[in-house]
């Protein structure tokens, strides 16, 4: 069978068209029930079809090129990278939303390093294998035509059908076009337009003040960059108790901070959520607190999330980008913890506390070091949270190295009750860091789920819901008798 240009530009033309229908089918049977957002309409139907007709013609335009004797290799490298690179782009972008009912954002770029989890995933495993066998044979198909066919130069209608799907790709990626300003499009909702604008908003917050206000308005975020310093906040909170101050209150109290991972207020019914009875738990614990609304963490990466509600400033540090504490290819550590900060735990310890962490992380992760760095005199990890736990091993996550949720409030129990039965007066400050909560997790297999149990972001703040429910409930009982709360 003799393999012609025309044949192998239909099967690169069905190749495209096979990523739209399962984009298609992917948007009306799962991610409308994830996100509004993903409605059906000119935005998600039109935008996506606009942007692989851009790379199905960039593709077959450096197919053409190979004409042309010395960019014959580099043509053909271009028209076999391109179809990968776009599959992979839905690929991710698609499970992201299936995941998360939402596509990349900038927060997920600083943490790309957590991309593991993705592969974690049986059904992603299956759907790459699946995308990549499919290019495979694509690319199979064109070497073996490249050999058997004639060239031959594209037609006119060709070259306009290229020059408009280049012009709307354009549009669609200029933030200030015309059509997104007039006709209320959405180029976030594209998956690669989407991918790209992350990038480059990604890289603007990074360069200067002015493009990270201009990221920030897009987001409904005003910065008043023409102050000195328009981040410094004159004050941080004023608003009447909810309870009668207790008079006799000791000056040193025992303190239990709980971190979460990925937790936005808008989960919690407290500040509005929308998802009744997803932690019914906080929600309990914070009508008899004090519930504080101007509170905002400096950034929610962990590395930086953490490190800065404890030294209340933003770390120039974070976690994977290069200088951080896991850059890839480098070793930072003995820089990153040289560095001196005035912290929580170090002003407590001046005071007489105890300070310890309950880090979910295994021993060895750079996390833990920060910690230490950080000033807690004691860091339990994976390894060592047994020591809390009656001495059993601890049960991780699914599809992590890390402690499931359900272990670091055992933990937390396990801490309580080893001070209460030790008669120590000293008072401590402990706090706790879960991964469960992480972007791409579900529920533990041990752990419950949310409804229906088909939305993996609801499950797993249902479940730490949960969780941290059980704790509260052995902490109300007053089974530590040496411990305030």
Request: hydrophobic content about 45%; proline content about 4%.
């Amino acid at each position: 069978m003799k393999f012609t240009d025309i044949l192998l530009k239909r099967s690169y033309e069905f190749y495209f068209v096979v990523i739209y229908v399962l984009y298609l089918a992917l948007l009306l049977i799962a991610l409308r029930e994830r996100n509004p957002a993903f409605t059906v309409d000119v935005t998600t139907i039109l935008l996506p079809a606009i942007e692989l007709a851009f790379f199905c013609v960039l593709g077959l335009v450096a197919w053409h090129a190979q004409r042309s004797g010395w960019v014959a290799l580099p043509a053909l490298f271009v028209s076999l990278a391109v179809p990968l690179l776009v599959m992979l782009i839905y690929l991710v972008q698609g499970f992201s939303a299936y995941l998360s009912g939402h596509y990349i954002s900038v927060l997920a770029l600083e943490n790309h390093t957590d991309g593991s989890q993705y592969a974690a995933k049986p059904l992603f495993f299956v759907i790459a294998a699946l995308g990549f066998g499919s290019w495979i044979c694509l690319s199979l198909f064109a070497l073996k035509a490249r050999k058997q066919a004639a060239l031959h130069r594209p037609g006119k209608s060709f070259v306009f059908a290229a020059t408009l799907a280049c012009l709307l790709f354009a549009g669609m990626f200029d933030s200030s076009s015309f059509a997104e300003r007039t006709l209320d499009l959405r180029p976030d909702m594209a998956p690669a337009t989407s991918l790209a604008r992350k990038f480059r908003d990604l890289r603007r917050a990074r360069n200067n003040l002015s493009d990270m206000a201009d990221t920030l308005d897009r987001q409904g975020i005003s910065l008043p960059i023409n102050e000195h310093y328009p981040l410094l906040r004159d004050q941080a909170y004023s608003s009447p108790l909810s309870f009668g101050a207790a008079q006799s209150a000791s000056d040193r109290p025992n303190i239990i901070v709980v971190f979460a991972e990925g937790l936005s207020a808008r989960f919690l019914g407290t500040y509005g959520g929308k998802h009744q009875g997803l932690m019914p738990n906080i929600d309990r614990f914070a009508a008899r607190s004090m519930t504080v609304y101007n509170y905002f963490s400096h950034t929610a990466a962990t590395y930086r999330g953490i490190q800065g509600q404890l030294v209340s400033g933003y770390p120039r540090n974070g976690g994977a980008e290069s200088g951080g504490w896991e850059a890839e290819g480098e070793n930072n550590t003995a820089l990153l913890t040289s560095i001196n900060y005035r912290t929580i735990p170090d002003i407590l310890l001046d005071r007489g506390y105890k300070t310890a962490f309950l880090s979910s992380s295994p021993q060895g992760a750079s996390f833990n070091a920060m910690l230490r760095s950080l000033g807690f005199d004691t860091v339990y990890a994976v390894e060592t949270l047994p020591e809390l736990l009656g001495g059993r091993p601890v049960v991780l996550s699914s599809g992590t190295s890390d402690a499931a949720d359900a272990e670091v409030f055992s933990g937390l129990k396990g801490f309580l009750e080893k001070q209460a039965l030790s008669g120590n007066k000293q008072p401590f400050f402990v706090a706790t860091y879960n991964v469960g909560t992480h972007a791409f997790l579900d529920s533990d297999s041990a752990g419950v789920t949310y409804g229906s149990g088909d939305n993996p972001a609801l499950n797993r703040m249902h479940n730490f819901d949960a969780q941290l429910g059980k704790f509260l409930i052995t902490f109300r009982a007053r089974a530590f008798p040496t411990i305030r709360s």
